[in-house]
């Protein structure tokens, strides 16, 4: 699969203004680079052309990623019929977001997704034993707990996003990884489905309070304490800690999970949420 963005196809019309004939660019959004040939009116890669206008087109859009099919180049985007919201991948110099409704997934103001991932991450960390993300997304933080866990059970809602998912190089070890195990449901019902102290730890990451206020529910808290073994630790990515909104909502999920039976709650400003123990 070829997936291009606008900072390879700036680098292309850089390296056609030079009358260069062959180039190394990424075909997986930045993972790896492979040699492509230029000449005047098109772009040969491995197993496709395209033409320079397309090149062009893909220049123009900072916020979407494309694939290359069938010598076509088509906007990766998606429109729930379930959510009624619309998906799409957008590219940073790292790994891509996903945004929803136009909302960016992962953190991408001074810091980029993978390394948003990474902070999610260490703030739980060592990951060991069976492990439950709630809201898989791009299955950044399935994939990186399946590093060191045994297990990784990870929860999305929305088929789009998975669609999403399939499109993006950095998201492949989530199908092709045999310890990570998805469900497509609702993490609020799923959740139910599982016997008590099933996992040793919990990655909470749901989108903004108004796109999912379930999720930020006392009683969804409750189930979260329940499948938790003894020890156990729970990650909840809650948004920026210096905003006004974030600040409120950081009050009110830290009373609730509290509330919920969690022993004690240690703020994490660093990766925007808390750590919460049982
Ligand atoms: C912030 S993203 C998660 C990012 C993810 N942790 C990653 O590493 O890419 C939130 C995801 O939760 C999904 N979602 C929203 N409501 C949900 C629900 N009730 N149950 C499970 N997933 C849900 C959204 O479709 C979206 O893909």
């Known amino acids: 699969m070829i997936i291009l963005s606008h900072f390879q196809a700036a680098e292309l019309l850089q390296a056609r203004s030079t009358e260069r004939s ?10 790896t680079v492979t040699e492509v040939t230029l000449t005047p009116d098109r772009l040969i890669l491995p197993e496709a052309v395209i033409t320079w206008l397309e090149i062009e087109e893909i220049a123009q859009h900072e916020t979407a990623c494309f694939l290359v099919e069938d010598n076509r180049v088509k906007q990766i985007r998606g429109f729930s019929e379930f959510t009624g919201r619309a998906y799409g991948l957008m590219p940073t110099a790292s790994a891509p977001t996903m945004l929803i409704s136009g909302l960016p997934m992962h953190r991408i103001k001074n810091t980029n997704p993978y390394q948003d991932t990474l902070a999610k991450i260490k703030a739980i960390a060592p990951l060991h034993g069976r492990v439950l993300d709630t809201c898989t997304g791009l299955g950044y933080t399935a994939i990186e707990a399946a590093k060191t866990a045994e297990r990784v059970v990870t ?10 998912a399939r499109f993006n190089p ?3 070890s989530l199908f092709d990884n045999p310890k990570i195990e998805q469900i497509i449901g609702d993490a609020f019902d799923e959740i139910q489905n599982f ?15 108004s796109l999912a206020g379930d999720l930020y529910s006392g009683d ?12 156990g630790k729970l990650f ?4 920026d800690p210096d905003s006004k909104s974030g600040a409120r909502t950081t009050k009110g999920v830290v009373r609730r999970l509290q509330e919920a039976g969690f022993t004690r709650v240690v703020l994490q400003p660093q990766a925007f949420g808390v750590v919460a123990f049982k």
């Not at 016997?195 to 309070?209: A, G, R, V, W």
């Not at 189930?223 to 938790?228: A, K, W």
């Open 22 to 31: 062959t180039t190394s660019i990424s075909l997986d959004l930045g993972l």
């Open 155 to 164: 929860i999305e809602l929305d088929p789009t996003a998975q669609e999403m």
């Open 170 to 172: 950095w998201s492949r």
């Open 195 to 209: 016997e008590d102290s099933t996992f040793s730890s919990i990655i909470h990451d749901p989108p903004m309070l």
């Open 220 to 231: 969804f808290y409750v189930e979260c304490c329940r499948v938790l073994r003894r020890g």
């Open 236 to 239: 909840h990515y809650i948004g």
